[in-house]
């Protein structure tokens, strides 16, 4: 029955596809972003790495384990003019009943200019989106784990309020070769109330994920893998002034990937890459690559590093500080920090 119930847990996931939407066009956009450190540093999509992080057990519940109890994380992100985005996490094993991962996420947004239909001035406002999750794991045997976690979300905008409630499932097989593999299905859900009365609601931003990671046995690097949007092939936004292959340099017409290319193209799309390099036993390097930003974000003539990610990781005394930074586009690099602990480490035994 154990190694039924995972094939069991898996088929339902993929059932769940109908959840599907359009990029680009759902609400609470925030629940994308990295919530961590490690997580923006790896490409920004992480999901498989079984090594008792909290913020990973957020990301995927089925990697909640009894080891994260106790544990906690706080997560800062310095975002573009002036919106910051932090989190706390909170990790609690029982017995009998598995191990729960609470997560508080804030993103504010900053003082927003009144203005007028003629651009007068006439004060500020603020706004800003939040979230509450309880995330639930357990292991089945030495190979399969399950979870599952529900979102309280709320957004305000200064006098326009939403609220709404989704769900994550997830199930994560670890090989004996010490490969991890997961299936994850986020933000399946709905908009309880609208901005305003009358509004349509807006779909949440769902997605199916498979993440697989593994370390090697004889050289101290990690690789990660993550196809994610199963549920969905094409990940472009038909943009006839932004075309994803540029100009005709003597029409002035816009181009479009063909053929191989453009499946190759949509392929990518799919694709995060990311790896780590351990240095001893505090020093952890990393990098990773997010070929969809690099689509989205690039421009043209001056593609530098966009899409591209690196960080790094230290313990200090009893903490573990990741610091990273991800080139989203010439324009600027957000900052990540993040700060974790075990709190049974500083308990008297």
Same mark, same amino acid.
């Given at each position: 029955?154990?190694?039924?119930?995972?094939?069991?847990?898996?088929?339902?996931?993929?059932?769940?596809?109908?959840?599907?939407?359009?990029?680009?066009?759902?609400?609470?956009?925030?629940?994308?972003?990295?919530?961590?450190?490690?997580?923006?540093?790896?490409?920004?999509?992480?999901?498989?790495?079984?090594?008792?992080?909290?913020?990973?057990?957020?990301?995927?519940?089925?990697?909640?384990?009894?080891? +994260?109890?106790?544990? &906690?994380?706080?997560? @800062?992100?310095?975002?573009?003019?002036?919106?910051?985005?932090? *989190? !706390? $996490? #909170?990790?609690?094993?029982?017995?009998?009943?598995?191990?729960?991962?609470?997560?508080?996420?804030?993103?504010?947004?900053?003082?927003?200019?009144?203005?007028?239909?003629?651009?007068?001035?006439?004060?500020?406002?603020?706004?800003?989106?939040?979230?509450?999750?309880?995330?639930?794991?357990?292991?089945?045997?030495?190979?399969?784990?399950?979870?599952?976690?529900?979102?309280?979300?709320?957004?305000?905008?200064?006098?326009?309020?939403?609220?709404?409630?989704?769900?994550?499932?997830?199930?994560?097989?670890?090989?004996?070769?010490?490969?991890?593999?997961?299936?994850?299905?986020?933000? +399946?859900?709905?908009? &309880?109330?609208?901005? @305003?009365?009358?509004?349509?609601?807006?779909?949440?931003?769902? *997605? !199916? $994920? #498979?993440?697989?990671?593994?370390?090697?046995?004889?050289?101290?690097?990690?690789?990660?893998?993550?196809?994610?949007?199963?549920?969905?092939?094409?990940?472009?936004?038909?943009?006839?002034?932004?075309?994803?292959?540029?100009?005709?340099?003597?029409?002035?017409?816009?181009?479009?990937?063909?053929?191989?290319?453009?499946?190759?193209?949509?392929?990518?799309?799919?694709?995060?890459?990311?790896?780590?390099?351990?240095?001893?036993?505090?020093?952890?390097?990393?990098?990773?690559?997010?070929?969809?930003?690099?689509?989205?974000?690039?421009?043209?003539?001056?593609?530098?590093?966009?899409?591209?990610?690196?960080?790094?990781?230290?313990?200090?005394?009893?903490?573990?500080?990741?610091?990273?930074?991800?080139?989203?586009?010439?324009?600027?690099?957000?900052?990540?920090?993040?700060?974790?602990?075990?709190?049974?480490?500083?308990?008297?035994?």
């Amino acid at each position: 029955m154990k190694r039924i119930l995972p094939i069991i847990i898996i088929s339902l996931i993929v059932s769940l596809t109908s959840y599907s939407q359009s990029g680009g066009t759902t609400g609470y956009q925030f629940l994308q972003q990295p919530i961590s450190a490690r997580i923006a540093a790896l490409g920004s999509n992480v999901a498989s790495i079984d090594d008792n992080d909290v913020n990973l057990g957020f990301v995927n519940p089925s990697l909640i384990n009894p080891e +994260m109890d106790n544990s &906690m994380a706080l997560n @800062y992100i310095n975002f573009f003019t002036g919106t910051n985005y932090s *989190s !706390l $996490q #909170y990790g609690k094993s029982f017995e009998k009943v598995g191990s729960f991962l609470g997560t508080l996420q804030y993103m504010d947004y900053g003082k927003i200019d009144y203005a007028d239909e003629n651009g007068n001035l006439a004060g500020t406002f603020g706004a800003y989106d939040m979230a509450f999750t309880i995330g639930w794991g357990r292991q089945l045997d030495s190979s399969f784990s399950i979870g599952a976690a529900a979102k309280i979300i709320y957004s305000s905008y200064e006098s326009y309020n939403s609220f709404g409630m989704a769900v994550d499932v997830a199930g994560t097989y670890r090989a004996k070769s010490g490969m991890t593999m997961s299936l994850v299905a986020r933000n +399946m859900g709905l908009q &309880m109330s609208t901005y @305003y009365p009358g509004a349509s609601r807006d779909p949440l931003p769902f *997605s !199916l $994920q #498979y993440a697989l990671s593994h370390r090697l046995e004889h050289v101290p690097i990690r690789f990660s893998f993550v196809y994610d949007h199963i549920e969905k092939w094409n990940l472009t936004v038909d943009d006839p002034l932004n075309p994803s292959n540029g100009f005709d340099p003597i029409t002035g017409e816009p181009q479009y990937k063909k053929g191989f290319s453009k499946f190759g193209d949509q392929l990518l799309r799919h694709i995060t890459l990311g790896a780590e390099l351990y240095i001893g036993k505090n020093l952890i390097l990393r990098g990773g690559y997010n070929y969809q930003r690099r689509q989205e974000m690039k421009i043209e003539d001056r593609m530098a590093m966009v899409g591209f990610s690196w960080g790094f990781g230290v313990r200090i005394y009893k903490f573990r500080i990741n610091y990273s930074r991800v080139t989203y586009s010439l324009a600027g690099s957000p900052n990540y920090l993040t700060v974790a602990f075990d709190l049974n480490s500083f308990m008297k035994k």
